[in-house]
């Protein structure tokens, strides 16, 4: 098994940017693909980024492209999920997700991760 552990949320002004680290342990930390989510109040958990077990390949979802940038440091066991240019509507809590069991690639949907941190919340003021 693997634990999860996000970090870096908080209160910021829309403009601002974040960045938001996810510290893993229990398994090697290049062995498995992973992804971060958000889910704001009311509203179902959505993808917002993916990288596979080696980093070399990354995907979007469409609002967050150009302003988030996800990455991994496979040598400190951390995701990292660089948010800029926040906006009022990316207000919500952030989680990451390991896949921990099959295949290898990009998993956009949540249920191609078996493994969830805890969260962190990310609020944006207008």
Not at 70 to 86: C, E, V, W
Request: aromatic share 12%.
């Amino acid at each position: 098994q693997v634990q999860l552990v996000e970090s870096g949320g908080g209160l910021v002004q829309a403009g601002d940017s974040l960045r938001l680290s996810c510290t893993a342990s229990g398994r090697t930390f290049n062995n498995y693909p992973m992804g971060w989510f958000r889910q704001a109040p009311g509203k179902e958990r959505e993808f917002v980024a993916a990288i596979n077990e080696i980093g070399s390949s990354t995907h979007y979802m469409g609002s967050v492209k150009g302003r988030f940038t996800i990455s991994r440091d496979n040598a400190k066991n951390t995701l990292y999920l660089q948010m800029g240019s926040l906006k009022a509507e990316d207000t919500a809590v952030y989680y990451c997700a390991a896949r921990l069991f099959g295949n290898g690639g990009i998993y956009s949907s949540p249920k191609g991760y078996d493994s969830w941190g805890q969260g962190t919340q990310v609020t944006v003021s207008s």
